[in-house]
């Protein structure tokens, strides 16, 4: 009764200013997201284990973006795209809050829309809508969804840029990529093979694998391992920065590298990108975690 009481939708403000919305469901999960760049910050079980990194020098400053969570790289994934910066400006935007439901399943729906000051960077008529949810059975669904509201061809790229929490960076292993092509970004993008049966983290990983299965599996410590089911993104980008360049982020701790990684499920290389959106046509990508 406790639990079911406290399930749904709560917003909050917080950080001078800044609009978080924390959801819950009947189990004792919980999501946290923000308005300013439809920013994922947090995803609890039941027993309050955080799933997802965030930095602890993480700026909460609009519109700086927010290191760590669940960034939404568009309408472009670092440089594979016309925008002059990189990722795009939706994880720099404010997003206006469309709906919230708060019974079963706990879902939030965000907006952004085209502006004066979109129009400079991308000169194209668009709205995105994020749908966060919170599955009763404690999953997180993410969903986007775009729609191109003029007449021209807008093409983008996209990622969901999800930082995961782990333990013992030493301990990860990234499955299910076995044979797949990717592009090493430490060798200025030589295109390779993968051969082992799991990435691991040994060292610095800056890698954009094309063409991927529609899941991932992640063991992040030796007694959690999440699954990522993803629909229209065949791309997947595994990164950690290791020693060198955490110590050249002003918002991550020097230490930060060995309590996270990202596997960053995309459209950016693979076949079907960039997306070419016809005018008046929309254009969706999911992903579903899970913890096994």
Same mark, same amino acid.
């Given at each position: 009764?406790?639990?079911?009481?406290?399930?749904?939708?709560?917003?909050?403000?917080?950080?001078?200013?800044?609009?978080?919305?924390?959801?819950?469901?009947?189990?004792?999960?919980?999501?946290?997201?923000?308005?300013?760049?439809?920013?994922?910050?947090?995803?609890?079980? #039941?027993?309050?284990?955080? /799933?997802?990194?965030? %930095?602890?020098?993480?700026? *909460?400053?609009?519109?700086? !973006?927010?290191? =760590?969570?669940?960034?939404?790289?568009?309408?472009?994934?670092?440089?594979?795209?016309?925008?002059?910066?990189?990722?795009?400006?939706?994880?720099?935007?404010?997003?206006?809050?469309?709906?919230?439901?708060?019974?079963?399943?706990?879902?939030?729906?965000?907006?952004?829309?085209?502006? #004066?000051?979109?129009?400079? /960077?991308?000169?194209? %008529?668009?709205?995105?809508? *994020?749908?966060?949810?919170? !599955?009763?059975? =404690?999953?997180?669904?993410?969903?986007?969804?775009?729609?191109?509201?003029?007449?021209?061809?807008?093409?983008?790229?996209?990622?969901?840029?999800?930082?995961?929490?782990?333990?013992?960076?030493?301990?990860?292993?990234?499955?299910?990529?076995?044979?797949?092509?990717?592009?090493?970004?430490?060798?200025?993008?030589?295109?390779?093979?993968?051969?082992?049966?799991?990435?691991?983290?040994?060292?610095?990983?800056?890698?954009?694998?094309?063409?991927?299965?529609?899941?991932?599996?992640?063991?992040?410590?030796?007694?959690?391992?999440?699954?990522?089911?993803?629909?229209?993104?065949?791309?997947?980008?595994?990164?950690?920065?290791?020693?060198?360049?955490?110590?050249?982020?002003?918002?991550?701790?020097?230490?930060?590298?060995?309590?996270?990684?990202?596997?960053?499920?995309?459209?950016?290389?693979?076949?079907?990108?960039?997306?070419?959106?016809?005018?008046?046509?929309?254009?969706?990508?999911?992903?579903?975690?899970?913890?096994?």
């Amino acid at each position: 009764k406790h639990l079911a009481e406290t399930m749904g939708v709560e917003v909050q403000t917080c950080h001078g200013g800044m609009k978080k919305l924390t959801l819950k469901n009947a189990k004792g999960w919980s999501a946290e997201v923000y308005t300013h760049g439809a920013h994922i910050v947090s995803w609890k079980n #039941e027993s309050g284990d955080e /799933l997802i990194f965030v %930095s602890e020098k993480a700026v *909460f400053k609009p519109p700086k !973006a927010i290191r =760590g969570g669940i960034p939404i790289c568009w309408p472009q994934f670092s440089d594979f795209g016309c925008c002059a910066a990189s990722h795009g400006f939706a994880r720099n935007s404010e997003w206006a809050i469309v709906s919230e439901v708060g019974e079963g399943a706990t879902e939030v729906v965000l907006s952004l829309s085209s502006s #004066e000051e979109t129009l400079k /960077l991308y000169p194209y %008529s668009f709205e995105v809508r *994020f749908t966060i949810q919170l !599955a009763e059975s =404690g999953n997180l669904v993410n969903k986007l969804h775009v729609v191109n509201n003029g007449t021209s061809t807008m093409p983008f790229t996209s990622a969901f840029h999800t930082y995961f929490a782990t333990p013992d960076i030493t301990q990860v292993r990234v499955e299910g990529l076995k044979g797949v092509s990717y592009l090493d970004q430490l060798q200025d993008r030589k295109q390779c093979t993968e051969e082992g049966d799991a990435i691991t983290f040994p060292c610095e990983v800056d890698r954009i694998y094309t063409d991927t299965p529609d899941t991932h599996k992640l063991v992040v410590s030796p007694s959690r391992t999440i699954c990522i089911k993803k629909d229209g993104l065949p791309d997947a980008i595994v990164w950690n920065p290791w020693i060198e360049k955490a110590k050249g982020m002003s918002d991550l701790d020097d230490e930060d590298y060995k309590s996270f990684f990202c596997v960053e499920v995309s459209l950016c290389k693979g076949q079907g990108s960039p997306v070419e959106l016809e005018g008046g046509k929309e254009w969706t990508c999911e992903q579903v975690l899970s913890v096994e």
